[in-house]
């Protein structure tokens, strides 16, 4: 397939008129790519080749897709010991700008079911599947230690009120990254680097499939074609999932499209972090950043070639 990073992605009300697409038939999934294999240590990659280009998702059979799941209202009672008012004061963040536009779903439909919960020593936070055994998420989740490996870190598939019974958790064996993020503040630099991929133990992708990633362009900004999706604090206590749609992203025009800050007005909260801000081109969704940071006037992703880069050797380099 061509490169169609140049290409916009459907609107927001081309994406309303998908109708969702049933499997024909259910299979009785096997365990094949589900073993698990050695761990091996984390380690810090070598600078990557420049982009191989686009990174093409994968649907497996019989699997429904759906771009529009409903609102799950049982899911949606808000968690109690979070108070969203006074809670980020110190901070001076507001993260939500306006009514809340975040809806809480439980969908195992195509693409939703590619998006999972992050946990680390350093706490929650969301990823999603982007290779066979491939994760994108934030780079300042992870926890980076002294002797130049990562401790561990854990990825769940669709986790609702726990881990998926299909999917389960598996564990990374190694991580990529471009530039140690380490919070709780990130500045200018890391902005333009919070995303990492984990490899995991198995190839969970086979059965939950996963997104293609584009890397992101200005000639995108101010266009309302962004779905984002992960685990907020606030909502759900990082126990269900929520998405938005029709987000305008802005990538930062200081800085080029190799890797930047990529602002936007969608409502995040912390535990929403690593979550993915994906198009649509026609049918397939592609990852263009990940939610990395949030001040008094405005949130931010990360993205950029560099990104896709990443991807690009993790899954080169462990197929």
């Known amino acids: 397939m061509k490169n169609q990073k140049n290409e916009k992605p459907m609107s927001s009300d081309e994406v ?17 790519g589900l073993l698990e294999i050695e761990a091996i240590a984390v380690e810090k990659i070598s600078k990557g080749a420049r982009s ?43 993260t939500i700008f306006g009514p809340d536009q975040r809806i809480v779903y439980n969908s195992t439909a195509y693409p939703w079911r590619c998006v999972g919960r992050i946990e680390t020593a350093l706490g929650y936070a969301s990823g999603v599947m982007i290779g066979p055994r491939h994760v994108l998420t934030c780079a300042h989740v992870i926890d980076f230690l002294s002797n130049g490996s990562t401790g561990w870190i854990k990825f769940s598939p669709m986790y609702y ?15 990529y990254y471009k530039y140690k993020v380490k919070g709780p503040t990130i500045d200018s630099t890391e902005a333009k680097y919070d995303y990492a991929v984990i490899v995991l133990d198995r190839n969970i992708g086979n059965t939950t499939g ?21 685990y907020p604090m606030d909502l759900t206590g990082a ?17 080029i499209d190799t890797h930047q800050a990529i602002y936007h007005q969608g409502d995040v909260w912390p535990g929403q972090s690593g979550g993915p801000f994906w198009g649509y081109w026609g049918s397939t969704p592609y990852v263009v ?4 940071w949030q001040n008094a006037t405005t949130n931010a992703a990360s993205g950029g070639n560099d990104l896709l880069d990443l991807v690009n050797k993790a899954r080169a380099e462990y197929p």
């Open 16 to 32: 309303k008129k998908l109708k969702s697409v049933k499997a024909k038939k259910t299979d009785i999934l096997d365990e094949n």
């Open 52 to 94: 191989l280009g686009d990174v093409e998702g994968f649907i497996p059979e019989n699997v429904d897709q759906d771009f529009n799941p409903p609102l799950d209202k049982k899911g949606a009672k808000k968690a109690k010991f979070i108070d969203r008012e006074t809670f980020m004061q110190p901070q001076g963040s507001k």
């Open 161 to 175: 009120n726990g881990p998926n019974a299909t999917y389960g958790t598996a564990n990374a064996i190694k991580t």
């Open 210 to 230: 996963w997104m293609g990633a584009k890397a992101y362009t200005d000639s995108w900004d101010g266009g309302a074609y962004w779905t984002h999706a992960g």
């Open 239 to 255: 126990q269900r999932p929520i998405y938005q749609n029709s987000i305008a992203l802005n990538g930062d025009n200081s800085t």
């Open 289 to 292: 950043a990940v939610q990395s």
